[in-house]
């Protein structure tokens, strides 16, 4: 959702993505869902295009740029999240990566606005479609399917109990403060921290965790 905010105020009107078959992370109702929010208070981007590959057929871009995550971060001592900031970036010499920083508080809780306001059955048959194109209709986003890229679409279902599904009201925070790690976790990371490299920065950043119930 931050990528096409940043390519709606940048000025794109159309924009197509290309995904892996993984229902739990590309193929869902709950991305649908989060697609046609953005799409209900977009200023330009009027359509949005998602393409699946066949599946065992999907290398990408991203992948190369994963590989030379991994190799680069093999070369260096990470003993903080934030080391793996500084990784990535030279993970390409030439044209670093661009890194955007998440918070907690950039966490969007799309799966209870799906189930407030969509129908149980929103997206059915969406885990057997190889494309799906979204479309603001002027704030009031439609969806269409198809099992075939640019084949045949069909309408997309969503409304709840034939009533008018209100996009225009704001998801919820998924979490109204840092989640932490249960206390057994913590106790092992805080067994770490004499191994580190930068062992005052590791007490200071492992010690501040906050611990779930």
Do not use: W
């Not at 209900?40 to 295009?49: G, L």
């Not at 990535?88 to 920083?101: D, N």
Request: aromatic share 8%; proline share 3%.
């Amino acid at each position: 959702m931050k990528i096409l905010d940043t390519l709606d105020r940048r000025g794109e009107t159309e924009v197509v993505l290309y995904s892996d078959t993984c229902g739990a992370q590309n193929r869902n109702c709950v991305l649908g869902t989060a697609i046609l929010h953005f799409l209900s208070r977009a200023r330009n981007v009027q359509s949005v295009d998602q393409k699946f590959f066949e599946s065992g057929h999907s290398h990408m871009e991203c992948d190369s740029m994963h590989s030379a995550i991994e190799s680069s971060c093999q070369k260096v001592e990470l003993d903080l999240p934030s080391d793996y900031h500084q990784c990535m970036e030279r993970a390409r010499r030439g044209k670093p990566y661009v890194i955007s920083e998440l918070t907690h508080e950039d966490i969007v809780d799309y799966k209870a606005f799906n189930a407030r306001h969509f129908s149980s059955t929103a997206f059915s048959g969406i885990i057997k479609v190889h494309h799906i194109r979204y479309q603001s209709n002027s704030g009031r986003p439609s969806a269409t399917m198809s099992n075939e890229i640019d084949g045949t679409m069909a309408d997309v279902r969503y409304r709840k109990r034939g009533g008018q599904v209100n996009l225009a009201q704001k998801p919820a925070d998924a979490y109204q403060s840092p989640p932490g790690v249960d206390k057994q976790k913590k106790s092992d990371l805080l067994s770490l921290i004499p191994h580190l490299k930068s062992k005052a920065m590791g007490r200071l950043f492992y010690s501040s965790l906050a611990e779930s119930n």
